[in-house]
């Protein structure tokens, strides 16, 4: 694979000529709606002539909703070493509650892809948000704990998962031992049936970092009790924060290296997020909302506003501006530029792979560029 940055004056035919390839390919490996508009700054995945093949193993991890198209997950499903069902709630009383849309499909066609399904275990209150309260009474309670775990490893067992990723958040500083000696004994039940259990960390750079996001998470003794850490490393830019880049390099860098210093590299995997934002303008804290866009729609927009694709090689992420109806708007948003960073990322420091949030809208040149650069593990 080779990535083409579009130039004023290129168009997919002269692209092709010039690289001496079918035009099909380009138009396929990027998406590309007819009649095939191009963005100056625009960054192609080209498919040219090649002996090379990869040779580290990563394994690969996808988060996913029910309500996930079916042609979407049996497009990427080939790419992922696991897939990670969102997602499992659970009562005060230790009782599990599953999505609300039946996942079994879901589960089904995953093992036909000799991809893992993972259980993905998150405490949700009754209005959809985490809720600290009901993390404090669980782990707190060796009782409700216990009928908590044995449910889980029920369910892992008569619906055909095999794995279960903890993805708890806003955990008090307080129930920081606690929640590690938690994520243990889910380790030690769901290991007996044969299977790994993951934990997603939020992305901390210090051991004190402040911020109910981060001083529940200890790294050390959550990289100890679980099979495996997945690092969060995104939401710098977000909905209700100023625009800027969803996962700029340079912090998600920094996040590796605190973690290298507390966790195995070989339990490490960078989290990727497929997704970007359009910030409506001025941005007001407290009363601007971003809008999620994928990021094939981040490139329709560019080229529906006749703007120019821009890239910031700190962050390693692209963005523009664009004006629509009077109001002015910034967008940041992943390619295969910003792509190939994190990826080189998992390369430099030899991580264990890398998992993504999420995966409800396909972004085919990111996953034909991580077959280029890495093979994929699969159970």
Known sequence: MQIHVVTSGDTVYSIASAYQIPADTIIYNNQLIYPYTLVIGQALLLSVPSTYTPEATVVTNGYAYPFINTWVLDQTLPYLSRLSIFSYGFTLEGDLIPPAINDDFMITRALE?????????????????????????????????????????????????????????YILASDRIAFADFVAQVRAAINALGYPVTVALAPKTSDDQPGLLYEGKDYARLGEAADEVLL???????????????????????????????????????????????WPLPFVSGVTAATTIGNIEAVTIAA????????????????????????????????????????????????????????????????????????????
Not at 115 to 132: I, K, Q, V, W
Not at 345 to 367: A, D, K, P, S
């Open 232 to 278: 969060m490393t995104y939401e710098w830019g977000y909905t209700y924060g100023p625009p800027m880049a969803v996962a700029p390099i340079n912090n998600v860098r920094r996040v590796v290296e605190y973690a290298l210093t507390r966790i195995p590299r070989e339990k490490i995997n960078l989290g990727i997020p497929n997704y970007g934002y359009d």
């Open 304 to 379: 529906a506003n006749n703007v120019p694709i821009q890239f910031d090689e700190t962050a390693m992420s692209p963005f523009f501006t664009y004006s629509a109806n009077g109001i002015q708007h910034e967008v940041w948003f992943e390619d295969v530029r910003s792509m190939q960073a994190k990826f080189d990322l998992v390369t430099e420091y030899q991580l264990h792979g890398m998992g993504y949030w999420q995966i409800m809208r396909f972004f085919r040149g990111n996953w034909l560029l991580l077959a280029d650069q890495f093979q994929i593990g699969k159970s």
């Open 113 to 169: 892809t000799g991809t893992a399904p993972f259980l993905t275990l998150t405490p949700f209150d009754a209005s959809g948000r985490f809720s600290n309260y009901l993390i404090t009474r669980t782990i707190n309670d060796p009782q409700v704990q216990a009928r908590l775990i044995e449910n889980l490893a029920a369910t892992v067992s008569e619906k055909g998962f095999q794995g279960v990723d903890i993805d708890f958040e």
